[in-house]
């Protein structure tokens, strides 16, 4: 079974700039979750779909974060415009049940690297 | 707010010692935990998920509890190897938070 896919690996860009992150989640799984992890702390969410629709965002700096979820499958986090202290790794999770239940996988993540 | 603790927060052990991970949460009102780990640059890797009717669980060498009446959870692992050096989170998920709550993690080394 193919896992949580992310691309791109790596992403170096300049402050002010924009960048978006692309995650395909293991097939069928309903929920998806985006995950901030700046250097030397656990993972934070950003924000959590279930199939196709938001269910949370709170800790979504919404002035420059969107994210959406395609036809209950692919997902894109966008940032724009960067500043230096997004500079971290963004992983993408999914998991087959509903909230709070089931078992997270998660992607390689996304290293953000912003100058 | 939920907040994660995990002590230690670094540990290097000889290989082939037993060693204890340990998780604690603020609010106790946990159901569902999950222990992870996480090779440099890498994502995280699902190693035990403790659901709601359950108090441990086990793979290989691998034993994960949970007191709910606490909110403390435990890794154990067993006949350390060098491969086993990573770094452990342990992440679950509230009763009224739907959000998984991570901690900051035990950056393990196994010295051969």
């Known amino acids: 079974e193919a896992g949580v896919a992310q691309s791109p690996r790596y992403k170096i860009i300049e402050k002010r700039q924009s960048v978006a992150f692309w995650c395909n989640p293991i097939s069928g799984h309903a929920t998806l979750y985006w995950y901030q992890q700046i250097l030397g702390q656990g993972p934070k969410l950003l924000i959590q779909?279930?199939?196709?629709?938001?269910?949370?965002d709170s800790q979504l700096p919404k002035d420059r974060f969107s994210a959406e979820r395609l036809k209950g499958v692919d997902s894109t986090l966008k940032i724009q415009p960067a500043k230096l202290e997004d500079s971290a790794v963004y992983l993408c999770?999914?998991?087959?049940?509903?909230?709070?239940?089931?078992?997270?996988?998660f992607g390689e993540g996304s290293r953000l690297t912003v100058l | 707010k939920q907040e994660v603790t995990q002590i230690p927060a670094a540990l290097s052990v000889p290989e082939g010692e037993n060693l204890v991970l340990n998780c604690s949460f603020t609010d106790s009102a946990i159901y569902n935990l999950q222990w992870f780990r996480q090779d440099p640059g890498k994502g995280l890797t699902s190693l035990l998920l403790?659901?709601?009717?359950?108090r441990e669980q086990t793979s290989g060498r691998l034993n994960a509890s949970l007191d709910k009446s606490s909110g403390r959870s435990t890794l154990y692992i067993a006949a350390s190897q060098p491969g086993d050096s990573a770094t452990y989170l342990c992440?679950?998920?509230?009763?009224?938070?739907?959000?998984?709550?991570f901690g900051t993690g035990t950056r393990l080394t196994i010295i051969p």
């Open positions: 779909f279930q199939n196709n629709g938001v269910v949370d």
């Open positions: 992440a679950g998920w509230t009763v009224g938070n739907e959000k998984l709550t």
């Open positions: 403790i659901q709601s009717s359950q």
């Open positions: 999770a999914s998991s087959l049940q509903g909230l709070g239940t089931g078992e997270l996988f």
